[in-house]
């Protein structure tokens, strides 16, 4: 059986540790977290899997006030499923689910393919910030 080494193994006082009930709380406190270090005048870069349309919303009404640039970034199937057996700390399958629920709910600015080199699509992100960022229709 696959054992998970990214979820703590832990305890609560009331019992075994949920992640269906901290997971709600524990992605609000992020998008939050991303709020407040932004808000403190720091560039913020986040990677993140939006798994719901609510998610999708929670995350625009934490960054409301914030001009934001938001990245999607693609990846064939192929790719993904290769990338999931070669990390060895996956659940087989888990790639495969993840692809039929990314980018179903999100709105992006740019649009890039992670199996191109990071170097090419961190130029072309940056490319296209800038010329949205030269043209005031940063959001």
């Not at 009404?61 to 192929?78: E, M, N, Q, T, Y």
């Amino acid at each position: 059986m696959f054992k998970s080494t990214v979820l703590p193994s832990r305890r609560d006082v009331n019992g075994p540790f949920s992640w269906s009930q901290m997971k709600p709380v524990l992605i609000e406190g992020f998008f939050n977290c991303l709020a407040g270090m932004a808000n403190a005048g720091n560039n913020v870069v986040a990677d993140y899997i939006i798994e719901s349309e609510n998610q999708f919303l929670q995350l625009r009404k934490a960054l409301k006030s914030i001009d934001v640039f938001f990245v999607g970034v693609h990846c064939p199937l192929r790719t993904l499923k290769d990338r999931e057996k070669m990390r060895e700390d996956r659940n087989i399958g888990d790639a495969e689910k993840d692809f039929a629920i990314v980018h179903r709910f999100s709105e992006y600015d740019f649009e890039v393919d992670s199996s191109y080199p990071p170097e090419e699509n961190a130029r072309q992100i940056l490319a296209a910030w800038m010329m949205k960022s030269d043209s005031g229709v940063l959001r």
